[in-house]
C-alpha cells in the first residue's frame, strides 16, 4: 500500500474525469422523467469519479505512517531537468487532513449542485467537468513538493473557479469573477517573483538551481534576501486566504459564485493562503518569518475584530458566511505566525475544521436561496416554523462557526488561543474577544431568518430533501464527532507542524511560574552549596 | 459503583440525542410524542440514582476524592487535555442537587408541557441542559469546566427560546447567550494564563502550584474566573440578561434560572478556592459583587408586578448572598454552598409553584391581577408558602439556617469593610421579606381580582403538584441538614478547608439573630399590612426617582442600549461603509485607471467571458515561456 502511487493517481483521476464529461456528447434526448440525459450521465460521472477520489485519498489516509518520515508518499518524475524543476510529489500531516477535506467536500458539493446548472443557459455538462478541474488543481496544489509546481498549481486553480463564478454565478457575477481574478493574478505575480529569486538563491548556492522544497530550506540566504522574497511569497498568500486589508473580494467572490464553488472557494481555495504561509513562507525564510511576524500577528487580529464587525453588518447571507470566515481567517493566520506547537496545530485544524464549518454554513444558505430566490437576511423570518429541519443543521453549522464546545471549531480555536497566548499576550486576548461578536453574527442571523414572527412574504417552502439531508449530514457529524474525539486528525497534524518548528528553529515557551520557580529553586540551591564550600 | 460515573453524565446526553433525532421523517413512526417526555425524565432518574450509589461510594473512601480519565481530547506538546472525571464532596453535592432536582423539573415538565406539540423537543433540550451541567461540575480540568459552561449556556439559549416564534424569546435568548459569551472571555483568557504560567490546566496541577504564581498573576487570574462566574450567575454587571430569560417555558427558569446553572458561578469559585484565598483583592471585588448585586435584586424585586419577574430578581439577588459567602471566603465557602443548596429547593419550588399559578390561570403572570387563590389552589400555596418562608429565613426553615451565618460572617470581616457587606446583607434580608411576603399576599391572600375569562382556577394535576411537595419537603428538612452544625463544612473540609469558628464576632452571635429575625418579621408584617386589601390594577404614577429607577432595573438595559448596542450598531454600519467605500474603492480606482486600457480592449472584443481566458490562456503560455527562456539562458 505504501508503494502505491497516490498522490499521482489521485491527482490525474479527476482531470480524466473531467475530460470524459466533457466528452460526452451533447444531446437534447430526455429520459422518462424530461431530464436531459446527457446532463445526467455527466452528473453521475462526477460524482462517481469525485467519490473515488475520496475512497483513494481515505486509503491513503490511513496508510500515512504519523510517526515517520515528514514527507511520505513521495514521488519523482522528470519535468524540465534544465531547470532542476520535477513532478515530485509528497505529503506530510499538514497536507494530508487538507486533501482530505478536498476529497470529502467534492462529492458532496457536486451532490449539492445537482440541479443548479440545470434549466439555465449555461451547460450543465461543463459546470461539472469545470468542478472536476478544480479538483485536480486543489489536490496538485497540496501534493506536490516543488516550488514551481505549487505555483504553477496555484495559478491553475483560478481558472475553473474564474469560469465557475463568471459563468454560473449571481447577477454580479461578472465584476465577481474579473475582480477576484485580478486580485489572484497580482498576488500571484509577486509570488512568480518570489519563486524565480529563490531559484536564482539556489543557482548561487547550490551551483544548480532548484525548486525542492527540501533542498530549498537546506539554503541559507541572507536576511535582507528572506525577507523580500517572503513578501513575495505573503502577499500571494494573504490575498489568497484573504487577511485584512486584501478582503474586499472575497465578499463579492463569495456572494456571487454559486453554492458548491463558494464552498470550495472558501472551504479550501482561500486556505491554501494560509497553508502557504505555514508550508512554505516558513521553513523557505525563518528569519524573515520572525522578524514579519509581529506585523501579521497584527493585521490577524485586527482581521479577527474587523471581520467579525463587518459580519455583523451584513444584510446578504452568503456576503455574511465570507466576512466570517476573513474573521477566521484571521485566528489561523495568528497560529501560524505564533510559532509554537499547539497554535500551529491549531491553525491546520482550524483550515480543516473552518472547511466544514463554513461549507456547512453555506450549504445550508444554498437550501434556503433555492426556496426563496433571494439571499437576502430580510426575505426570510420565522422560517424555523416551516423549515424544522434546515433550521437544525442551520444552528449546528452556526454554532461551530462560532466554536461552541462539542463542536470541531472549539477543539481549534482554543488550540490557536493558547498556543498564541504565550507568545502574543495582548494580541491574543484581543482575539479571544473576537468570541463575542462571532456569537453575535451567527445568534443575531439565526434570530432574522429562523426565528420571531413568520414572514408573511415567504412561499410555501419543503423542508430539508433526501438529497440534501445526505449532502448535509456527513459534515455535520463530522463537526460533531471531531468536537469530542480530534485526536486521531491532531495527531497527524502535530509532528508535520513540529517539523515546521524546527525550520524556524523555535521551541515552545516553558511554562512561565515554574520556569521562575526553578530557576529561584535553582539560585537557592546554588546560594546553599556556596555556603557550604 | 464510581466505575460508572461517566453513565451519570451519558443518559441525558444519550437521551437529548434520541429525542431531538426520532423527530426525523424517518424515525417519525417510532411516535416519540408520545414516550420521549418519559424517557427524558427515566434518563435524569437513572442519573440520580447513580449519583447517589456514588456518593455513597465516595462516602466510604477515605479521601474522598475520585478521579477516573475516560480518553485524551486535546494533546499538542505539553497542552495536555484529557476528559476525565473528578467526584469529590463538591461536585458530588452539586450532581446530586442537579440529577435530584433536575428529575422533579422533568417530572413537573410531564404535566406543564402537555399540551404543547413541541414537548419532545422540549425534554431533549432539558436533557441536553442536565448532561452539560453535569460535564461543567464533573471536569476535572479548566477545559471540561469550559465546555460545560458553554454547554449549559447552549441549553439555556434553546431553552429560552423554546418557543422561537415568540420575538421578545428570541430576542432574550440571544441577549442570555452574548452576555454569557462576555464572562466566558475571562474564563477562556484565565485558562490561557494558567497554561502559559503552569503548563497544566488540570485542577489538581493548577491548585497545587498556585504557590508558583506571582501575586499579580493570581489576582488577574482570579479577576478573569469571576468575570466569567458573573455572566453564569447574572451578577453585576451582567445581570441584565437573567430576568428576561424568563421568557422561556416555567420548568425552564426553575431548572436553569434558578437552582442549576445560573449558581455555576458560585461552583467556580468554590472550585477555584485556592487561588481566591491567595488574593486579598480578588476576595474583596467577589464580596463587593455579590454586595451591589444582593441590593440591586432586592430594590428590583419590589417594583415588579410579573411573578416571575419578582422571583427572577430574587434568584440575582439570593446568587449575590452565595458570591458575597464564597467571597469572604474560609470558612465561608461552605455556608455560599450551604445557601447555593438550600436555595436550589426553594427556589425551585417557587418557581414551580409560580407556574402551577399561572398554569391555573391561563398564563396570567401579573400579580395584581391574583388574589386570594389559597382557597382554589391548596397544594400550591402551602408549598408556595414554605418555600417562601424558607428565602426570607425564618427559623426553622433551610433559608435561616443558611443566610443568617452568612450575615454573621460578613460582619465579621475585619475592618469597615465588615459593616458595609453585613449591613448590606442585612438590609438585603429585610427587603427579601418585604418583597416575597408582597408577593405572597397579592398572589394567595385577600380578595380575587383576576378577570372574568377566568371562571375557574384550578389546581394542577399529580404530576405538577408532587415535584412540589417534595421540593417544599426539601427546603424545610434541608434546614435540619444545616442545622446540625458543621455537618456540610466537614463534608466539603476536603476541598473548601476544615471549618474552623472565628476567634471573635462583631456583634454578638445571639443578638444578630434576633437582630435579622426581628427586622424579617417587621418588614413582612409590614408588607402584609400594606397588600392585604390588594393593590391598585393598574400601574401607579410614582414622584420617587427611585421607584421609576427599580421599574426599569436600575436603567441596567437603558445603559446597555445607549452606550453598546447603540454605537455599536453605527460601528458596523459605518464600517461596512468604509469596507465598500474606502478599502474596495481604493481597489476599483486602481483597477480604474490601469482598467482604462482593458476597457477599451474589451470594447474590441466580445466582452464575453471567453475573451478573458483567452487573456489568460495568452498569458499563462506567455509566463512559462519566459521561464523556460530564462532556463536556456
Same mark, same amino acid.
Given at each position: ?154 495559478? %491553475?486553480? /483560478? #481558472? *475553473? ?7 454560473? =454565478? &449571481?447577477?454580479?457575477?461578472?465584476? @465577481? +469573477? !474579473? ?61 489568497? %486566504?484573504? /487577511? #485584512? *486589508? ?7 467572490? =463569495? &456572494?456571487?459564485?454559486?453554492?458548491? @464553488? +463558494? !464552498? ?82 491549531? +491553525? !491546520? ?185 | ?633
Amino acid at each position: 500500500m505504501e508503494n502505491f502511487p497516490f498522490l499521482s493517481v489521485l491527482t490525474l483521476t479527476p482531470l480524466v474525469g473531467a475530460v470524459i464529461v466533457a466528452l460526452l456528447p451533447v444531446s437534447a434526448a430526455k429520459d422518462a422523467k424530461g431530464r436531459n440525459r446527457a446532463d445526467e450521465a455527466a452528473k453521475w460521472v462526477a460524482l462517481v469519479i469525485s467519490l473515488l477520489v475520496f475512497v483513494g485519498t481515505m486509503l491513503m489516509f490511513f496508510a500515512f505512517d504519523k510517526n515517520g518520515d515528514r514527507f511520505q508518499f513521495t514521488e519523482d518524475y522528470t519535468w524540465i531537468p534544465s531547470f532542476g524543476t520535477e513532478f515530485a510529489f509528497g505529503v506530510d500531516g499538514i497536507a494530508l487532513v487538507m486533501l482530505a477535506l478536498i476529497a470529502l467536500l467534492v462529492p458532496i458539493v457536486i451532490l449539492a449542485s445537482w440541479h443548479d446548472g440545470v434549466g439555465g443557459k449555461r451547460s450543465v455538462k461543463t459546470f461539472f467537468a469545470l468542478m472536476l478541474a478544480l479538483e485536480t488543481c486543489m489536490i496538485g496544489v497540496f501534493a506536490v513538493t516543488d516550488v514551481l509546481l505549487f505555483y504553477v498549481f496555484f495559478e %491553475a486553480m /483560478l #481558472v *475553473p473557479m474564474y469560469f465557475l463564478i463568471a459563468s454560473y =454565478g &449571481g447577477p454580479r457575477r461578472q465584476y @465577481a +469573477a !474579473v475582480k477576484f481574478f485580478l486580485y489572484s493574478l497580482v498576488g500571484g505575480l509577486f509570488m512568480l517573483a518570489a519563486v524565480i529569486g529563490v531559484y536564482v538563491v539556489s543557482t548561487d548556492q547550490l551551483g544548480d538551481g532548484t525548486f525542492s522544497f527540501e533542498q530549498l530550506t537546506q539554503l541559507d540566504i541572507d536576511p535582507t534576501t528572506q525577507r523580500w522574497l517572503f513578501l513575495g511569497f505573503f502577499i500571494a498568500f494573504a490575498i489568497k %486566504a484573504p /487577511l #485584512v *486589508p486584501f478582503h474586499t473580494w472575497l465578499p463579492d467572490a =463569495g &456572494g456571487q459564485a454559486p453554492i458548491g @464553488a +463558494a !464552498v470550495l472557494l472558501v472551504g479550501v481555495l482561500d486556505k491554501v493562503g494560509t497553508y502557504g504561509m505555514l508550508r512554505y513562507c516558513l521553513p523557505l525564510f525563518p528569519d524573515a518569518a520572525v522578524y514579519f511576524a509581529p506585523w501579521i500577528v497584527g493585521i490577524s487580529v485586527a482581521g479577527i475584530i474587523y471581520g467579525a464587525l463587518l459580519a455583523i453588518g451584513q444584510s446578504d447571507m452568503k456576503r455574511l458566511v465570507a466576512y466570517t470566515s476573513i474573521a477566521h481567517f484571521g485566528f489561523i493566520a495568528l497560529g501560524v505566525f505564533a510559532f509554537t506547537s499547539q497554535a500551529g496545530t491549531g +491553525a !491546520v485544524l482550524y483550515m480543516v475544521n473552518h472547511g466544514l464549518s463554513t461549507g456547512a454554513l453555506f450549504l445550508v444558505v444554498g437550501f434556503l436561496i433555492n426556496r426563496r430566490k433571494s439571499s437576502q437576511v430580510a426575505d426570510f423570518g420565522g422560517a424555523g416554523k416551516v423549515v424544522p429541519w434546515i433550521a437544525g443543521a442551520f444552528l449546528i453549522a452556526g454554532l461551530s462557526s462560532l466554536a461552541l464546545p462539542g463542536t470541531n471549531s472549539f477543539v481549534s480555536e482554543f488550540l490557536v488561543l493558547v498556543g498564541s497566548f504565550a507568545t502574543n499576550k495582548a494580541a491574543t486576548v484581543i482575539a479571544t474577544i473576537g468570541i463575542v461578536f462571532a456569537a453575535l453574527y451567527i445568534l443575531w442571523l439565526y434570530q432574522r431568518t429562523m426565528q420571531g414572527k413568520l414572514n408573511p412574504e415567504m412561499p410555501k417552502m419543503r423542508d430539508i430533501s433526501l438529497r440534501e439531508s445526505v449532502v448535509i449530514a456527513p459534515v455535520l457529524v463530522l463537526i460533531v464527532a471531531m468536537g469530542f474525539y480530534p485526536k486521531p486528525v491532531i495527531d497527524v497534524i502535530t509532528p508535520a507542524v513540529n517539523f515546521t518548528m524546527n525550520d524556524i528553529d523555535k521551541k515552545d515557551p516553558a511554562p512561565e511560574a515554574r520556569d521562575e520557580a526553578r530557576s529561584s529553586e535553582e539560585q537557592g540551591d546554588e546560594a546553599k552549596s556556596g555556603a557550604q564550600k | 459503583m464510581l466505575s460508572l460515573l461517566w453513565l451519570i453524565i451519558a443518559l441525558p446526553l444519550a437521551g437529548a440525542a434520541v429525542l431531538l433525532l426520532a423527530g426525523a421523517p424517518p424515525l417519525r413512526r417510532l411516535g416519540a410524542d408520545k414516550w420521549g417526555h418519559y424517557l427524558g425524565s427515566a434518563t435524569v432518574g437513572v442519573s440520580f440514582l447513580l449519583a447517589v450509589g456514588a456518593f455513597f461510594a465516595l462516602k466510604d473512601r477515605s479521601d474522598r476524592h475520585y478521579e477516573d480519565q475516560l480518553w485524551s481530547f486535546i494533546p499538542v506538546g505539553d497542552l495536555q487535555v484529557d476528559i476525565g472525571l473528578l467526584f469529590d464532596p463538591l461536585s458530588a453535592v452539586f450532581v446530586l442537587l442537579i440529577t435530584g432536582v433536575g428529575f422533579l423539573i422533568h417530572v413537573y415538565s410531564i404535566g406543564y408541557m402537555a399540551d404543547d406539540p413541541g414537548r419532545r423537543r422540549f425534554f431533549g433540550y432539558l436533557n441536553l441542559f442536565v448532561a452539560a451541567m453535569l460535564v461543567l461540575v464533573l471536569g476535572n480540568n479548566f477545559v471540561s469546566l469550559y465546555a460545560g459552561w458553554e454547554g449549559v449556556g447552549l441549553a439555556s439559549y434553546l431553552l429560552i427560546a423554546f418557543w422561537y416564534d415568540r420575538p421578545s424569546a428570541a430576542t432574550a435568548a440571544k441577549k442570555a447567550f452574548i452576555m454569557n459569551r462576555v464572562g466566558d472571555v475571562g474564563l477562556a483568557i484565565a485558562i490561557f494564563v494558567l497554561f502559559a504560567q503552569l503548563g497544566t490546566i488540570t485542577y489538581d496541577g493548577v491548585f497545587s502550584n498556585v504557590d508558583d504564581l506571582s501575586s499579580v498573576t493570581i489576582t488577574v487570574v482570579a479577576l478573569l474566573l469571576l468575570l466569567g462566574a458573573c455572566g453564569k450567575s447574572g451578577q453585576f454587571p451582567l445581570q441584565a440578561w437573567l430576568p428576561d430569560a424568563m421568557a422561556g417555558p416555567t420548568p425552564v427558569s426553575a431548572l436553569i434560572h434558578a437552582a442549576t446553572m445560573v449558581t455555576a458561578g458560585v461552583y467556580l469559585i468554590a472550585r477555584a478556592n485556592p487561588i481566591f484565598s491567595a488574593s486579598e483583592t480578588a476576595q474583596l471585588v467577589v464580596c463587593i459583587i455579590g454586595a451591589i448585586t444582593l441590593m440591586i435584586g432586592c430594590i428590583i424585586g419590589c417594583a415588579k408586578d410579573d411573578m416571575k419577574q419578582v422571583l427572577a430578581y430574587s434568584t440575582v439577588s439570593q446568587i449575590g448572598y452565595m458570591f458575597l459567602a464564597v467571597g469572604l471566603g474560609g470558612p465561608a465557602y461552605a455556608l455560599g454552598i450551604a445557601h447555593l443548596l438550600a436555595h436550589g429547593f426553594f427556589k425551585a419550588g417557587l418557581f414551580l409553584g409560580a407556574g402551577s399559578v399561572m398554569h391555573g390561570m391561563k398564563d396570567q403572570g401579573d400579580i395584581r391581577r391574583f388574589g386570594g387563590l389559597a382557597k382554589y389552589m391548596p397544594i400550591t400555596a402551602v408549598t408556595f408558602g414554605l418555600g417562601y418562608l424558607a428565602i426570607i429565613g425564618l427559623p426553622p426553615l433551610s433559608g435561616f439556617f443558611t443566610k443568617d451565618p452568612i450575615i454573621e460572617h460578613a460582619f465579621d470581616r475585619p475592618g469597615w469593610t465588615g459593616w458595609v457587606f453585613g449591613g448590606a446583607a442585612l438590609l438585603g434580608a429585610g427587603l427579601t421579606a418585604f418583597y416575597m411576603t408582597r408577593l405572597m399576599v397579592l398572589v394567595f391572600f385577600g380578595k380575587k381580582r383576576w378577570t372574568d375569562d377566568i371562571k375557574h382556577p384550578h389546581e394542577s394535576p399529580a404530576v405538577m403538584w408532587w415535584p412540589m411537595v417534595v421540593l417544599a419537603v426539601g427546603s424545610v428538612s434541608a434546614g435540619y441538614l444545616f442545622y446540625r452544625g458543621d455537618a456540610l463544612s466537614d463534608w466539603l473540609a476536603p476541598v473548601l478547608g476544615e471549618p474552623h469558628e472565628a476567634a471573635t464576632h462583631k456583634i454578638e452571635p445571639g443578638v444578630l439573630t434576633a437582630t435579622v429575625i426581628g427586622v424579617v418579621v417587621v418588614a413582612a408584617l409590614f408588607a402584609a399590612a400594606l397588600f392585604w386589601r390588594g393593590t391598585a390594577l393598574q400601574e401607579q404614577p410614582v414622584r420617587s426617582p427611585f421607584v421609576i429607577a427599580a421599574r426599569r432595573n436600575l436603567y441596567a438595559d437603558a445603559f446597555n442600549e445607549a452606550v453598546l448596542e447603540k454605537p455599536g450598531l453605527w460601528l458596523t454600519r459605518i464600517l461596512v461603509y468604509f469596507d465598500s467605500r474606502g478599502i474596495d474603492g481604493m481597489v476599483n480606482g486602481l483597477a480604474a485607471t490601469v482598467g482604462g486600457t482593458s476597457s477599451r480592449l474589451r470594447r474590441l472584443q466580445t466582452g464575453f467571458v471567453r475573451s478573458y481566458a483567452l487573456t489568460m490562456l495568452f498569458g499563462a503560455v506567455a509566463v512559462v515561456a519566459a521561464l523556460v527562456a530564462a532556463g536556456w539562458r
